[in-house]
Every structure is written in C-alpha cells, then in structure tokens.
C-alpha cells in the first residue's frame, strides 16, 4: 500500500518569508502523480499545485514550486514571499492513474505578521 | 460555475441511527469520490465511482456504509448503526475522468457527529 508522510505537524514563517514544508512517500509504482492540497478553516480543499512523476522539471504556479526527487521519493512545497492567506492545513497526496489520493496527516501552517 | 456541494453541512445523530449524506458533483464529471477525515488527520479514501458503477470501494470500513450513484450524479453516502467512531467529516471530490493528472475537486465536506 501506498503511505505519505509529512513529518511537521506544525511550521510557521513570518510574513513575506518563505518556507518549506516536507513530505515523503512509498511507492513501487514509476509511474504516478502528486500533489499537495491546501484546507483553510472552511474545510475547502484547494489544489495548490501538481506533479507528474514522469516530468523531471519541478512544477511552479506563482510563489508555489516544488522540489521533487523521485529517486528519494520525496516532494517538498516550497513558498515565497508568504502571504497571510497562506495559513492553513497542506496535505501532501499521491495518485496512481485513475486510482484514488493516499493523503499524508498534514502540516499545519501559520503566518506570523 | 458551480463546484461540488454537499448537504447537510452538519449532522448530529445519535449512536444506532442510520444516516445519508449527499454529494453534488460538478456537471460532467463522471469520476466521483468519497473520503473520511478524522480529527487531525488527512483524508482517507472510502469508496469511488466511475459513472454509476462503484470502480473501488475497498476503503469502506465494513458493511454498515454503502454508496449509490443511481444516475451519474448525485451520490449518497448511506451509515447504518451509526457509531462513535464514525464521527467525523466527510469529502466528496468529482473529476472529469480518472485518468492522467485531473485534478479532484472537493467539496466542503459534511461534519458527522454521532453521539
């Protein structure tokens, strides 16, 4: 079975400041998707951005990259010049084609002003 | 457009009753999910439907849940002999397809409390 581990359960970063928030997971599979999810208070859960196991070039939308290593098995979100919307829960999550979302227990972060 | 609604937002039932939870889907999509998201942790995968028929279900923690998807659309998710344990929220999430890299798109999520 698939597994996701986040290993922070709690990060903060001051405003504008940029942080890394880690995730792992296991697989045999070479082929697959990640992705991480962010969930506000509002229980929304809001793609933030995706990867394609097969891409080598590390996915980016606007402050939001990514560093993977596949070899690692590993899939760390970076984010710039953080925002103070930016504070909630991320979920890191794996897929397989067509198959459901393994989910990691999350990290939750806050945004200091 | 409209995303994916689920209703009731809240429920509050108490231990032994029986319980349905609805899911909108977004117009179009054949791929609908369920997952169950207990207190401090990440979404757990339940059951999901490619059209009408049920393609998995193996996340389904024992024979008291169940989940119709009569028409392609709307689903419910059905809890008989509800327990303590099943306390928790519940995510729909609808896709335009299983396939390649479509995104899931959740909708808000029903909080079961059972007492």
């Known amino acids: 079975a698939q597994t996701v581990t986040q290993s922070q359960p709690e990060m903060s970063v001051q405003e504008a400041e940029t942080v890394t928030l880690s995730c792992t997971y296991d697989?045999?599979?070479?082929?697959?998707?990640l992705f991480w999810y962010k969930q506000p208070p509002s229980r929304q859960m809001i793609l933030v951005i995706r990867?394609?196991?097969?891409?080598?070039q590390n996915a980016t939308e606007n402050r939001f990259s990514v560093n993977f290593q596949k070899a690692a098995k590993s899939f760390s979100l970076k984010i710039s010049d953080s925002q103070l919307g930016d504070a909630a829960m991320y979920f890191c999550?794996?897929?397989?084609?067509?198959?459901?979302?393994?989910f990691g227990t999350g990290t939750s972060l806050t945004v200091i002003p | 457009g409209a995303g994916v609604s689920q209703t009731p937002s809240n429920k509050v039932t108490e231990k032994g009753k029986y319980v349905e939870l609805r899911c909108d889907p977004i117009s179009g999509h054949t791929a609908l999910y369920w997952y169950r998201q207990s207190l401090g942790q990440g979404p757990e995968f339940l059951i999901y439907f490619q059209g009408t028929g049920a393609a998995d279900d193996s996340g389904l923690p024992n024979d008291r849940f169940f989940a119709v998807r009569p028409e392609g659309s709307v689903s419910t998710l059905k809890i008989q002999r509800t327990e303590r344990g099943d306390s928790a929220v519940y995510l729909c999430a609808s896709s335009p397809d299983i396939g390649g890299s479509y995104e899931q798109y959740f909708g808000p999520g029903t909080r079961l409390t059972v007492t």
């Open positions: 697989t045999s599979e070479s082929d697959y998707y």
């Open positions: 999550a794996y897929r397989r084609f067509g198959n459901q979302f393994y």
């Open positions: 990867q394609e196991a097969y891409k080598q």
